[in-house]
């Protein structure tokens, strides 16, 4: 099994100061920093599809998200409309109609915290 087994090349390391990882991090996004940097040197995607997590930039305002969330009782008020629109029960008035846009508010407020939280660009074209 030794003939067979795959070999490595030897590592390569590098010390960085705080700054130029800080910008490496930055730099490579979502992709791990070794699949990165043999993106940038041989100018071809790594074939691996391996990706990172990235850090969250505000715990505080990710926990006030999800507290809101905890709290909220938009899931079960969803499947409620949901139920109502299937039977046929669901009065179409401007109470209705102002409750659902309320309720769209709310949800993509949270969407655009949890957004920030996460460190995810929420300009143009952004998810």
């Known amino acids: ?6 070999k490595y090349a030897p590592t390569f390391s590098i010390r960085l100061t705080p700054e130029e990882r800080a910008k490496l991090d930055a ?12 993106e940038q ?12 997590r990235r850090p969250v930039q505000d715990e505080q305002l990710l926990s006030a998200v999800l507290a809101g969330l905890g709290q909220s009782r938009l899931s079960a008020n969803i499947n409620q409309i949901a139920k109502a629109v299937h039977i046929g029960a669901l009065p179409v008035t401007p109470e209705t109609e102002q409750a659902i846009l ?9 969407k655009q915290e949890l957004m920030a939280a996460l460190g995810v660009e929420t300009g143009k074209g952004a998810i």
């Open 1 to 6: 099994m030794t003939d067979e087994r795959r």
């Open 27 to 38: 730099a490579a996004g979502t992709q791990t920093i070794g699949d990165y940097i043999r």
């Open 41 to 52: 040197l041989f100018d071809a995607p790594s074939p691996r599809t391996v990706r990172r």
């Open 102 to 110: 309320e309720a769209c508010a709310a949800v993509n407020c949270m």
